[in-house]
Structure formats: structure tokens, C-alpha cells
């Protein structure tokens, strides 16, 4: 699966680390998904997946001895079963996320409080950052131990937490807002999204302060600088790269693509890369694509790693994530304006924010396939000017969303917090 939240996290980490500060990383349900030849040095997985859910439903779960906590816990097992479509849906998971953000009421006291034992053994740091609010029930009891300052990530979990069904999305809800009490700061990645969040978890709004999502931009820009405006005559081909569920929309990016081939008679291509979390919406996407006689038009890659990733950027001549939902970060899309790639994406969430800040790109209502197949013919019909614009939406995003520029923008954001 591509993990945004992991490599925002990394970006992030590497970029604090370059202006010389100490950080460590300590995972929560699973290992990181990192990409490169470069792996962060990480800490064991603490509260992981298999035990939290187990420990949710089994009396004898929550008893186990630490040497079977640590085999459920081991990072092959949970890699292993993060191979497999495993739910994630909210209205699932809606029991389980309210006991994790009790947190030491919750079910999984136990995973709790063998966080904070290894934290209290560890060198006593200046600072602890949440990744974001679904983890915010360790919060009250690091305030309690420790004392020290706290920031949570702000990263689109609000989503998740309204898909649930009642009474789980009131109690996720309320129990948000009461770690919020024990967080210093919050960092999110829009000012949009900042004024959502400072709303929906009742804060103030000089407690949200801005944080652009960091992106080491370095692979993604020597496709960029090597890329060459497309033929106008040669197959055009669309791409896609995130996790294959209904939220993120690729039956949409579908259905542009029957568009474009059967209304207005071009001649187009669509190459898919993710990991598929929705084995029924996968099975029913392809066998709607069978019927309407398109499976020669669409590649699936499956899930790829970062050569893969770079591949298939370099390859593609628009790029499209059509999700659903507003999505808090779009990492995906951010690499592929990055690589040149010209983008059309929902005008919700982060994107109409980074459009405006970079261009390389163009909006679309969310949800609406006619309106992204038009966009994608004018991005055919005029490459020589989608070719110059994307190279200029990857020149500003190297510099205003680097890691290192997140990096300065995070310690500045920090600065009240830490001792002088």
C-alpha cells in the first residue's frame, strides 16, 4: 500500500535531522512503508494492528505473556497480513478506534502502558509529535508522565471518523477533543484544512498553525528536467497511483477513460499502480471494464515500489487521483507534479491550495466524470502548453514543498514550545 502519512513522517524526520536535531520514530500498528535504499532507523512496532484488534473482541488477548505480545507485534507478521485486503473501512472499525483513542479506558491498556514503559527507559526528549488525531489517546498519559509539549498531525482523519456509524462517529468525536486538551499545537497541511479541524475538534485557532507537507523532491525532478513535450499524434496515456478503494475514485478515472475513447473517439491509455483494500470494489471495477470492452486500454501494475513508482510517472501524460473524498495531503499527486507530470485533480482538499501555489495542473468538481475527461481533452489538445506548465508547477513545488522547507517550516513552528 502507498502510505502518504509514512512518507510525509520520513520527509519530515529526514529534513529535521539535516538541520541538526534528533529524532526518533516510533511506529504505531504497523511497520513504516518506506521506499528507496535508505530506510529510517525506527524503534519496534508498538501497539500493532493484529494485537490492538484482537485485544478489542478477547479477555485472553488482553492476558497474553509479553513473549506472545511480541510475536503478534513482530514486523514480518504484520507485513504479512498487510498483503492482504484487510478492512479498514470505518463503519468496521468504529468499536475498535474509539477503545485506541480512550486510550488507558480502552481495551488495549495493555499496548498502552507498554509504550510508556519504553518511552520513560528511553533518553527523556524535548517533544512528542502524534501523527495524527486517530493516535491522540497516548496524549493525556505523555502529558501526565512527562510533562512535556505535544503536537498532533492533522492529516484527514476526520474523514474517517464522520464514515462511522453512531454511536461510534459522537464518541470518536468527543473523545478527539478531549486529548486535544493535552496537545500544545497542531500542525496541519492547508489553511483550509486548519480552519475544518480547529472546528470540528473545537480549538482554538492560533492552536493549528500550517505545516506544508514535505516532499524529497530530487528522483521525482530529474524526470521532470528529462521529460519532453508530448507528440500531439502518439496514444496518450493516463495514470493512477494510490490504494484501490471507492474513495479514491478510480472508477471515475474509468469511466473518463470510456469517455474520451468512445464519445470523442481518442485514443487513450490508462495505467493503474496500488495496492487493491477493496477486493469487492476491484472485482466489480474490472469486470465493468470487461464489459465495456476496455481491458486493452488498462494496464494494472500492481503495487510498486519507488523504481516502479518512478516508471511509471515517467510514462504517463496526465495523472489523476479523482478521490472522492478531500483529501488532507495528496503525496501522490504532489510527486507526480513534481516528476512534470501535468494533473487534474477534485477541486476539494488540498488541491485547489496547491494548484494555486504551483499551477501544473487543473481542478474538476469532485465526483464528476464528464468534467475530468474534458479537462483531460484539453490536456491532450494543447500538450505543447500542458508540457510547459507542468514543468513550471515542478520547478515551484521543489522549492516550496521540499522536505527541508517543511523542515524550516516545522521547527519555526515549534519554536514556542521548546526550551531556549
Not at 67 to 86: G, M, T, V
Amino acid at each position: 500500500m502507498y502510505c502518504g502519512a509514512c512518507a510525509r513522517d520520513l520527509a519530515l524526520a529526514r529534513g529535521l535531522i539535516g538541520r541538526g536535531h534528533d529524532f526518533q520514530i516510533i511506529p504505531l500498528y504497523t511497520p513504516l512503508k518506506t521506499e528507496g535504499d535508505d530506510p529510517f532507523p525506527t524503534q519496534p512496532v508498538f501497539l500493532g494492528g493484529i494485537n490492538a484488534y484482537l485485544q478489542q473482541y478477547s479477555g485472553l488477548v488482553r492476558r497474553l505473556p509479553p513473549f506472545l505480545d511480541r510475536i503478534l507485534d513482530s514486523p514480518a507478521l504484520l507485513r504479512w497480513a498487510s498483503r492482504f485486503a484487510l478492512s479498514t473501512e470505518a463503519a468496521d472499525l468504529g468499536a475498535t478506534t474509539v477503545s485506541v483513542l480512550a486510550g488507558r479506558e480502552g481495551n488495549q491498556v495493555k499496548e498502552f502502558a507498554r509504550l510508556l514503559d519504553y518511552l520513560l527507559s528511553q533518553d527523556r526528549p524535548h517533544l512528542f509529535s502524534i501523527t495524527n488525531t486517530l493516535l491522540s489517546g497516548v496524549a493525556p498519559e505523555l502529558k501526565a508522565r512527562f510533562g512535556l509539549p505535544i503536537t498532533c498531525g492533522l492529516q484527514g482523519e476526520d474523514g474517517f471518523v464522520r464514515s462511522m456509524t453512531e454511536p461510534h462517529r459522537t464518541q470518536a468525536q468527543d473523545l478527539m477533543r478531549r486529548n486535544a486538551r493535552a496537545i500544545d499545537l497542531f500542525i496541519a497541511p492547508t489553511h483550509a484544512y486548519a480552519q475544518e479541524m480547529a472546528d470540528y475538534l473545537a480549538l482554538p485557532a492560533e492552536k493549528v498553525k500550517v505545516v506544508h507537507t514535505g516532499l524529497e523532491v530530487d528522483p521525482y525532478r530529474r524526470i521532470a528536467m528529462g521529460r519532453s513535450a508530448r507528440l500531439a499524434d502518439a496514444p496518450f496515456t493516463l495514470g493512477y497511483l494510490s490504494s484501490i478503494t471507492p474513495g479514491k475514485g478510480l472508477d471515475l478515472l474509468v469511466e473518463a477513460l470510456r469517455v474520451l475513447l468512445r464519445d470523442a473517439g481518442r485514443d487513450v491509455r490508462l495505467r493503474v499502480a496500488g495496492l487493491v483494500l477493496d477486493a469487492g470494489y476491484w472485482r466489480s471495477l474490472q469486470a465493468s471494464v470487461k464489459r465495456s470492452g476496455l481491458a486493452d486500454r488498462i494496464e494494472y501494475l500492481g503495487e510498486v515500489g519507488l523504481e516502479g513508482k518512478l516508471g511509471l510517472l515517467s510514462g504517463v501524460d496526465a495523472f489523476s487521483v479523482p478521490s472522492r473524498f478531500s483529501e488532507a495531503r495528496g503525496v501522490a499527486v504532489m510527486e507526480a507534479l513534481a516528476a512534470g507530470v501535468p494533473v487534474v485533480v477534485p477541486n476539494a482538499g488540498a488541491y485547489p491550495e496547491l494548484l494555486a501555489l504551483c499551477g501544473g495542473g487543473t481542478l474538476f468538481p469532485p465526483g464528476d466524470a464528464a468534467a475530468l475527461a474534458s479537462q483531460l481533452a484539453q490536456v491532450m489538445d494543447d500538450p505543447a502548453g500542458a508540457h510547459q506548465r507542468a514543468q513550471a508547477g515542478s520547478e515551484a513545488l521543489a522549492t516550496l514543498y521540499s522536505h527541508e522547507r517543511t523542515a524550516a517550516e516545522y521547527e519555526k513552528a515549534l519554536e514556542p514550545l521548546l526550551p531556549t
